[in-house]
């Protein structure tokens, strides 16, 4: 989330009221479980991208994001999915993504001029292996790191995924990480400081909770 998947769950959720999260924050303090999970290491990192971003109504998502001094709780949750379209809300909001053979990727440009210039521009690209590189609108992708564990608010995740997005116009990095079976639980966009090289956050997010199909309430 959030730039990849924030540029898939992205930044725009702050159109939302501070005051409207805390109340979703409440309510989700009230019905959480405490404790940590982890994805078990014992096997090894899964090749198949759609093992890393799980995408079937029900899934729900909660994110502690940080953006300059602001803090707040942001939900996301599937709404739907319609042959390989998946909609996903978020703080009022929708947003779209792609079920490719290949992996999951955002949708499609509108226009046939486009359709005819385009490649499918993917969150996440199978085979995952370190060191893979694909094109995506305005740069390119390229997988990090593959088997790592993470700690985030909600829990410890074993043979996590790290994605890079560099894209120019204005020049931005978006790192996500994903845990198998769970989705996108560490999101970082950077943008580079003017008249610099150097690059500097402008948003982060962190899993604090996450909602399966058929369950009522998140862990944290």
């Known amino acids: 989330m959030l730039v990849s998947a924030m540029a898939g769950i992205s930044g725009r959720s702050f159109s939302g009221s501070v005051a409207g999260w805390l109340a979703v924050a409440c309510l989700l303090a009230a019905c959480a479980s405490s404790g940590t999970r982890s994805t078990g290491a014992a096997q090894p990192p899964p090749e198949d991208a759609h093992q890393y971003y799980p995408l079937e ?56 001029f486009d359709k005819r210039e385009s490649v499918p521009d993917f969150l996440i690209r199978s085979p995952v292996r370190p060191g893979e590189r ?37 020049p931005r990095l978006v790192r996500t990480t994903y845990a198998p079976g769970v989705g996108p639980v560490m999101i970082e966009s950077l943008a580079q400081v003017p008249g610099g090289r150097t690059w500097g956050p402008t948003l982060r997010a962190f899993l604090r909770g996450v909602t399966r199909p058929g ?5 944290r």
């Open 57 to 112: 109504a029900g899934w729900r998502w909660a994110y502690d994001i940080e953006r300059g001094a602001e803090r707040i709780l942001a939900v996301y949750s599937v709404r739907g999915r319609t042959g390989d379209e998946v909609v996903i809300e978020a703080g009022g909001e929708e947003i779209r993504y792609r079920i490719h053979p290949q992996g999951i990727a955002r949708p499609e440009p509108e226009s046939e």
């Open 215 to 219: 369950e009522d309430h998140f862990y």
């Open 134 to 170: 694909w094109q995506i609108a305005g740069g390119f992708a390229h997988v990090t790191r593959v088997g790592q564990r993470v700690t985030v608010p909600a829990g410890t995740f074993d043979n996590c995924l790290t994605v890079e997005e560099a894209r120019e116009s204005p």
